[in-house]
């Protein structure tokens, strides 16, 4: 980095957490903790072993959610305000003690209410169907069915208790085990005739440098350090596929996959449905990796040329710019959003540049309806960065609009999360694109968000039937050598290019760092559900204009509030429709026809 570089990254804006607490020793933290600790043990006297019985009235239940949604809130504000503030720099001791300090607390406090849910599953049926009817409990209608629909995979109140207190010593500790020995990783590379040690996020940047030898020494560098560590890996996994194997058992599940669906509200149909329709359509990412071996000149495509770009181009997009980019998109769209998504600018929601210590990535953390989110950055002035800040802000403003629930109505499920902000996404891109001058930097542009869509739809696709063969081949065949989950990777991931790019030996081992696996199974396929949901939704913006700005609004506003199914119907979306699906993919379809049809516009130039 050089001198300017650094000097503009210190001007960058740091988000402000003053309005949570004022410090890692602000004495308030203490007081909150033990109020809540109060509060839980007070709610386990009240209420234990009275909700089962079914004895409370609906005002008396109604009573106890206000209670229990009244813990959650007071939770999360503590719990963000400690993540938040490690978040921005891990390294510093003060912040990972009282995280660390908040975590502890926190399990305490929900021990206490386990019972809470658990006898919600065990009302009976008539005397629910009567809670389910009260006008008094409308407002948890959503919540107190989908408790009931998890009921009937608990186990009994001091088997779950020991499941939780255990946790940190089974998968939780293997989970934390995988991210401890994947961060540790250094990886070797010689650059400039000078061998360099790197992270994993400096090695994976070479994924899109122009320089075709380098791209290939990195894949080298990330092949050989998985190998030196696969033991541990592979041991990591099995042991977690054991695990959920054993879960699923005990608590009745019938696939591997089962429980992410009862999570994210979804019947297995329609995921089923989604994935079968994009296998169908993996030709889409044949045709363009053919298109792009064309553009790069080569005769043979590796899988470390994926990324590789297609215009060399070293300009720096200023953060201000970004910004006024970003906005006027929203501003286009919405004026509403516009006008929700400028505080986070005006009132220091957003912690911009990278820094010592600070975690990688960026994300938007909604801490609860009555308080603002945040959003990290690290902004380095790539366009990507921009992409990166326009989906942050859609999260964030996807979190304004559904402040209006309660927070166990807050967060929408995984599969429609990622909405808001790939929507956001769509909005800075068609801005950026036209807003372009010569077909040369359109292409460029088209095929970035080609592999962008891939990345989110296909690869994801290809990594839930990765993760859904590892998980039946290890109940079918025991302990698994890291052998049989290379083979499974290359077959999955190759099913995908087809003949257009050659995967190569080093490939193999590249399952071995992939975190959701780890830590959420079966996460993978919301990202494909999400992108293919905003390019119909997008679709209908084009088509109908301003009176689809409202209902999208309105679908947004309703955060997790009501079951996917029901707010997809309002917007006349049937998921287990494969015509749904296919529409999606006919879209990614012609923007690949975008894409060659400029390819051969330059051609004849
Ligand atoms: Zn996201």
Known sequence: MSQ???????????????????????PKIDQDLEELEAKATSFE????????????????????????????????????????????????????????????????????????????????????????????????????????????????????????????????AFKRLFTESVSRIK?????????????????????????????????????????????????????????????????????????????????????DTMVEVCVKNFDIVEEYYKLKSQLLGLDELFHFDRYAPLLETDESIAYEKACQIVLEAYKAFSSELHSLALPFFEEGWIDVPPAEGKRGGAFCAGVSPDHHPY?????????RDVMTLAHELGHGLHDRLAARNHVLDYHPVLPLAETASTFGEMLTFEKLYSELQTDKERLALLCEKLEDTFATVFRQISM???????????????????ERFNELWQECMGEMFGEALTLGEPHKWTWA?????????????????GELLVLSLYARYKEQGESFVSQYVEFLAAG?????????????????????????????RANLKRAQELAARRKND
């Open 513 to 529: 760092y992939i975190p959701h696996m780890i830590h959420t199974p079966f996460y993978v396929y919301a990202y494909a559900f």
């Open 464 to 482: 839930f039937r990765f993760e859904r063969r590892i998980h039946e081949a290890r109940r079918q065949e025991g302990e698994l050598p890291t």
């Open 4 to 26: 300017t570089q650094e000097r503009d990254r210190s001007t960058l804006p740091r988000w402000d957490l003053t309005d949570l607490y004022q410090g890692v020793d602000d």
């Open 560 to 588: 997790g509030s009501r079951a996917p199914k029901d707010l997809l119907a309002d917007l006349g979306i049937d998921a287990a429709d494969p015509g749904f699906w296919q529409g999606g993919c006919d879209l990614i």
């Open 45 to 172: 006297e009240s209420y234990q072993g009275r909700i089962a019985t079914g004895e409370c009235s609906s005002a008396e239940l109604k009573k106890a959610l206000d209670e229990f949604e009244d813990m959650i809130r007071s939770s999360t504000r503590v719990g963000s305000y400690a993540s938040l503030h490690y978040s921005t720099d891990t390294t510093d001791p003060k912040r990972g003690a009282l995280l660390q300090k908040v975590r502890e607390k926190s399990s305490r406090v929900s021990t206490k209410m386990i019972f809470f849910d658990l006898e919600l599953g065990q009302v009976e049926d008539d005397i629910f169907a009567g809670y389910l009817k009260s006008d008094l409990l409308a407002p948890y209608r959503h919540y107190l069915k989908v408790q009931r629909e998890n009921a009937r995979y608990h186990l009994s109140k001091s088997e779950e208790q020991i499941l939780e207190e255990t946790a940190n010593c089974r998968g939780r």
């Open 187 to 271: 990886y070797k590379m010689e650059i400039d005739g000078e061998e360099k040690l790197l992270n994993q996020s400096d090695l994976l940047a070479y994924n899109y440098h122009p320089d075709r030898k380098l791209r290939e020494k990195a894949t080298l560098s990330l092949a050989e350090a998985l190998e030196q560590n696969v033991p541990t890996l592979t041991f990591i996994m099995n042991t977690l596929l054991a695990e959920k194997e054993v879960m699923d058992r005990l608590r009745g599940y019938k696939r591997p996959e089962s429980s992410r669906h009862l999570d994210n509200e979804l019947p297995e149909e329609a995921v």
């Open 375 to 383: 959003i990290l950055l690290n902004y380095t002035g790539k366009p």
